[in-house]
């Protein structure tokens, strides 16, 4: 009988927590802890992607800002802070360890799509995603508008391995990997690819804003 009583009691303590917690958010907390082993988010080279990563390596991004603005669990606004300013704790020395992709950021401890979601409605609420003719970012030393990457990702997965091989001169290699990862969504992602690096994106680029000409 006391082993049904102690048993009882634990099955009544973890029925309070459940319901002090909420399903949705202990499922979205199991899925923030889930580990992330992509070498890229789907956020990564996206518009909201890019400003998020912007906003997280700036001084006035603080684990206050964070835990109370934006209303993050307190354990995933630490961690993210912490691993930006390194082990003194201290934003802008020797040891910082800015974000440089939102698979990085969806790495810590605590962290996950979750959270990134509501980040970055957060600073789209601040008007800090770049839109149209703004600068999107710079892969291989090549710089895109955002109007830029949404054409050049449109023509890239739309041409045919005649154009890309033939009429652009691509490297055969680069041809081979672009058309075995089609859709390519992203810039981050195209860059990424074996063979795709400056040359083949300044020409796909080119191409592209051609095509719209």
């Not at 050049?152 to 058309?179: G, K, M, Q, Y």
Request: glycine content about 8%.
């Amino acid at each position: 009988m006391a082993v049904f009583n102690r048993s009882l009691l634990l099955l009544t303590l973890i029925g309070f927590a459940s319901c002090g917690t909420g399903l949705e958010e202990q499922v979205s907390l199991a899925e923030d802890l889930r580990p992330s082993t992509r070498p890229l988010s789907r956020w990564d080279g996206t518009p909201g992607g890019m400003a998020l990563i912007e906003f997280l390596n700036e001084r006035t991004t603080t684990e206050e800002v964070l835990d109370d603005e934006i209303a993050l669990d307190a354990r995933a606004a630490g961690n993210i802070i912490a691993h930006r300013d390194g082990g003194d704790g201290e934003f802008n020395t020797t040891d910082d360890d800015l974000f440089d992709s939102i698979a990085e950021l969806d790495r810590v401890r605590w962290v996950g799509p979750t959270t990134i979601r509501k980040m970055i409605r957060f600073i789209d609420n601040m008007e800090r995603i770049p839109e149209y003719d703004e600068t999107l970012g710079t892969w291989d030393g090549v710089r895109f508008t955002v109007d830029q990457a949404q054409a050049t990702l449109r023509f890239t997965n739309n041409a045919s391995e005649w154009v890309l091989d033939h009429e652009l001169d691509l490297d055969r290699r680069a041809v081979r990997s672009i058309l075995e990862n089609r859709p390519v969504g992203t810039i981050a992602h195209l860059a990424s690819l074996y063979y795709v690096g400056k040359g083949a994106l300044k020409t796909l680029r080119k191409a592209a804003e051609d095509e719209r000409n």
